[in-house]
């Protein structure tokens, strides 16, 4: 179980890192949606989770690298909306739990369908 002191901070990252990305140039991140974020004991590192439902792999990947290099940015930009003395390294992640659950629900509605056919 977490630290409640650990949840708080992924709650604020929650909020801080899309206003970050907004702040940027780039219209492929600066709307990217956050879906969550992990962070390790002692805040040295972060696991951010975004939805790359829209895009193939190749676009994921180069949205990686742009999240990389722009992570310095994301840093400053949550350093001085908190005032804390360090900042998590953040890894960036596709968040693909959205399509495993979509699958599953078609699976389920494809057993519905062949219940209801053999009724």
């Not at 140039?25 to 439902?53: E, H, M, Q, W």
Request: contains cysteine; hydrophobic residues 35%; aromatic residues 8%.
């Amino acid at each position: 179980m977490k630290s409640v002191n650990l949840q708080r901070t992924e709650s604020l990252l929650m909020e801080l890192i899309p206003e970050a990305l907004s702040n940027l140039d780039d219209n492929r991140i600066n709307s990217l949606p956050i879906t969550g974020v992990n962070c390790k004991n002692g805040k040295y590192d972060a696991i951010v989770y975004f939805d790359g439902s829209d895009y193939d792999k190749e676009e994921i990947k180069i949205i990686i690298s742009l999240l990389n290099r722009a992570n310095g940015r994301i840093k400053t930009h949550i350093l001085a909306s908190t005032g804390w003395y360090k900042c998590p390294n953040f890894n960036f992640v596709n968040d693909t739990s959205l399509e495993k659950s979509k699958h599953i629900e078609d699976l389920f509605m494809q057993i519905r369908k062949t219940k209801s056919s053999e009724e």
